[in-house]
């Protein structure tokens, strides 16, 4: 089994910052893609980065210039640095891996619990 822990969430003042993490762990042989998304009250989940086993990296257009993932191969982790906080950045923020468990397996998805992100005008 694999398991992804995130942690980093919180309560902030508009114009601050956060940094989010997620770890996996368990039966790993390799990940694929990881990225975090976010589901705020009554809106569907969304991409919010995302980034490759080289990092290259893609951002939805409303975190561009202020949200940074990046990722540490060695520990499977990934991160997520969240500057210039808006209020509508206020949702619960789930990491997800695309993992390989064993050589010639095949790929699943992964999810975190989520942890929730709020923050004040």
């Known amino acids: 089994q694999v398991q992804l822990v995130e942690s980093g969430g919180g309560l902030v003042q508009a114009g601050g910052s956060l940094r989010l993490s997620c770890a996996a762990s368990g039966s790993i042989f390799s990940i694929n893609n990881m990225g975090w998304y976010r589901q705020a009250p009554g809106k569907q989940r969304e991409l919010v980065a995302s980034i490759t086993p080289g990092s290259s990296t893609n951002y939805v257009d409303s975190v561009k210039g202020r949200f940074t993932i990046s990722r540490d191969n060695a520990k499977n982790t990934v991160y997520l640095q969240m500057n210039s906080l808006k209020p509508e950045d206020t949702a619960v923020y789930y990491c997800?891996?695309?993992?390989?468990?064993?050589?010639?397996?095949?790929?699943?998805?992964?999810w975190g619990q989520g942890t929730q992100v709020t923050v004040s005008s």
């Open positions: 997800k891996a695309v993992v390989l468990r064993s050589y010639g397996g095949t790929s699943l998805q992964y």
